[in-house]
């Protein structure tokens, strides 16, 4: 059962325009809630977390949307720029007691 | 500040052959390490994490195991490879189990 999903696995989007990836969950004990950004042949780097008493949370370019009646959190990007391209996970936490459930990924590409 | 080291970078083994995979965190101690796996199109895998020397929690049945003989230490390891263990394997440590920190990587293909 997947409780982090990421429904669209891949995205396109022109230069200098908004990217917006999504992330639903499941499970409702999950309280911190993260953006991983990962380069082919590289690990996941750390890029912008929210809590879940927060329902947004700003950092550069980078915004992260947290609805929780909805279960659904999003991460804007904008202005969107070629080395944004890569693959974005999302993750989630229960009170930092249990590891990261991660989703699948959504591979972005900007397009010059 | 805190680097994690993994090695090898790369790595072709037949199937039916052992493995080990080496993971080392420095600037740091007693962090969480933790190993996954990132398989084609499957997302990233937790397969072991641990909270201090000795403890090891598996959370996938697999052919592979994990051992922690140092605090800053993990080790990922099997007897006999399946052509399935194929794939892009990946360290971690954290102080919490909020923000984690990835290690480079090591791409096993199984031949």
């Known amino acids: 059962d997947q409780q982090v999903k990421q429904n669209s696995p891949s995205l396109s989007v022109q230069e200098g325009r908004i990217s917006i990836l999504n992330c639903d969950y499941t499970n409702s004990m999950f309280d911190y809630f993260l953006w991983y950004k990962k380069y082919p042949a590289e690990g996941p780097t750390f890029l912008i977390s929210?809590?879940?008493?927060?329902d947004k949370n700003e950092d550069g370019r980078f915004t992260v949307f947290l609805n929780k009646s909805a279960k659904h959190l999003s991460l804007h990007i904008v202005p969107s720029q070629p080395g944004d391209s890569a693959v974005y996970f999302c993750?989630?936490?229960?009170?930092?007691?249990?590891?990261?459930?991660f989703g699948k990924g959504t591979r972005l590409s900007v397009i010059a | 500040s805190q680097t994690i080291h993994q090695w090898p970078a790369t790595l072709v083994q037949p199937v039916g052959s052992p493995l080990s995979l080496e993971c080392t965190v420095e600037g740091t101690s007693n962090p969480n390490l933790y190993w996954y796996r990132q398989a084609a199109g499957r997302g990233l895998q937790l397969l072991f994490y641990s909270v201090g020397i000795g403890q090891i929690s598996s959370e996938v049945p697999q052919n592979l195991s994990a051992s922690r003989p140092q605090d800053r230490q993990f080790i990922l390891s099997s007897k006999k490879l399946l052509l399935s263990d194929s794939g892009f394997y990946l360290c971690?440590?954290?102080?919490?189990?909020?923000?984690?920190?990835f290690g480079p990587g090591t791409r096993l293909t199984v031949t």
């Open positions: 929210i809590s879940s008493i927060k």
């Open positions: 971690a440590w954290s102080w919490t189990d909020y923000e984690q920190y």
């Open positions: 993750a989630a936490s229960s009170s930092g007691n249990t590891p990261l459930v």
